[in-house]
């Protein structure tokens, strides 16, 4: 049978009526941009991830930016980002008005680390973003450690692909993503773990007036109408997603469990598969596995194998933002950060959603397995 990448009916199928009935009472009190879902979703992550402040926004792309802009770049200012990542994270540090300066990552893991960051630092950083690739946290103690030793340095999580990703801090303790760093951003994209039936997003912090702030910004930059202390945007996130991630959020950490039941059972069905790297999961960390990416010799042709067997996979990400056309002018070149552009030319991301199943899971990695010549 076929295998999807993702199946978002498969989950609507199983809260249907909970999810109809939460969007029946938000249309019925007519009461649709921010209001008491809306407040009612911030209270709930701030809760979850453990961070005090919460602050809905309208997508995960606008969670990094407008903290960004709340911290008023000053010319020339940098933000050290990875530059193996989605474009949001570099479109939102050009877009603030700081110059993204990029980063190499751990070929393991996919993340940033302390030292990756380090290397690209310079007296201008003011902040530096760990991205929490694919479900797993960058590895924060050290991430903070280093950034202490930097006068002023920020360190904003950039946790869209990472709710209920969790790490172990310095005290033993497990921390969740979102309560890492200085603040956090979130994305509720469909296809998250956490996923909206549109666009969202949710910034986390711990300074309340810097919170403050941003709520100003994401409704142009005042929160009494018509008085406008600050010019922001419009950001807000709409009360009929919050409805529904509400509904969503109570399932969230069942979800991760048959994420990582799936992972748990690729890799008992691969481990012996030479010409792949299956994900590290590195000590201490809570993986969620947001995407369940691997490393494969002859990828290209792996995925059309895969893809006229009918099994969908994806490539995240084929090209460094370092070598994005859109960058020119930051004057990179190939070879600067080689572990990033190897990953471009090998990774592929398999089904890995909760509802996917044992039996579906053992026809993938079967498929695999005959590729490169493996028994069944
Ligand atoms: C790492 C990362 N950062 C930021 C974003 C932006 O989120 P959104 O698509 O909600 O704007 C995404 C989402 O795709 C992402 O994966």
């Given at each position: 049978m076929p295998v999807p990448l993702l199946d978002l009916k498969a989950q609507y199928a199983t809260l249907q009526d909970e999810l109809d009935a939460a969007i029946r009472d938000v249309v019925e009190s007519?009461?649709?941009?921010?209001g008491p879902q809306v407040v009612g979703l911030e209270e709930e992550i701030a809760a979850y991830t453990g961070a005090p402040f919460a602050v809905g926004v309208a997508s995960g792309t606008d969670a990094l930016l407008i903290p960004l802009i709340a911290l008023e770049p000053k010319a020339e200012e940098e933000v050290v980002i990875p530059?193996?990542?989605?474009f949001a994270t570099a479109g939102a540090v050009w877009n603030a008005g700081f110059r993204p300066v990029f980063c190499d990552v751990d070929p393991d893991t996919f993340n940033v680390t302390a030292e990756t960051l380090e290397a690209s630092?310079?007296?201008?950083?003011?902040v530096v973003v760990p991205v929490h690739l694919f479900g797993q946290m960058a590895p924060m103690v050290e991430i903070n450690r280093m950034a202490c030793g930097h006068e002023g340095v920020l360190v904003m999580e950039d946790a869209a692909q990472a709710i209920g990703a969790a790490q172990r801090d310095e005290g033993g303790a497990m921390r969740r993503a979102?309560?890492?760093?200085f603040g956090a951003a979130f994305s509720f994209f469909p296809?998250?773990?956490?996923?909206?039936f549109g666009d969202g997003g949710m910034v986390t912090l711990f300074d309340e007036d810097f919170s403050d702030r941003i709520a100003k910004l994401r409704v142009?930059?005042?929160?009494?109408?018509?008085?406008?202390?600050m010019v922001g945007t419009n950001s807000r996130l709409d009360a009929l997603q919050a409805a529904v991630l509400r509904v969503k959020l109570k399932h969230l950490d069942g979800w991760a469990e048959g994420r990582r039941t799936n992972a748990c059972r690729y890799h008992e069905r691969?481990?012996?598969?030479?010409e792949l790297r299956l994900p590290v999961v590195a000590e201490g960390n809570h993986h969620v596995y947001n995407q369940f990416t691997i490393r494969a010799e002859r990828r290209d042709e792996l995925r059309a194998f895969l893809s006229d067997r009918e099994i969908g996979s994806g490539i995240?990400?084929?090209?460094?933002l370092h070598l994005q056309e859109c960058f020119a002018e930051l004057g990179h070149r190939e070879g600067e950060f080689p572990v990033t552009e190897r990953l471009c030319g090998e990774v592929l991301s398999l089904p890995i959603f909760p509802e996917l199943g044992e039996e579906r899971v053992d026809e993938v990695a079967a498929a695999i397995r005959d590729f490169y010549g493996y028994g069944g």
């Open positions: 007519q009461y649709f941009v921010m530059s193996f990542t989605f630092m310079s007296e201008r950083t003011r979102g309560a890492a760093g296809t998250k773990n956490l996923g909206g142009h930059g005042g929160r009494q109408m018509y008085h406008h202390e691969l481990k012996e598969v030479a995240y990400y084929p090209k460094p």
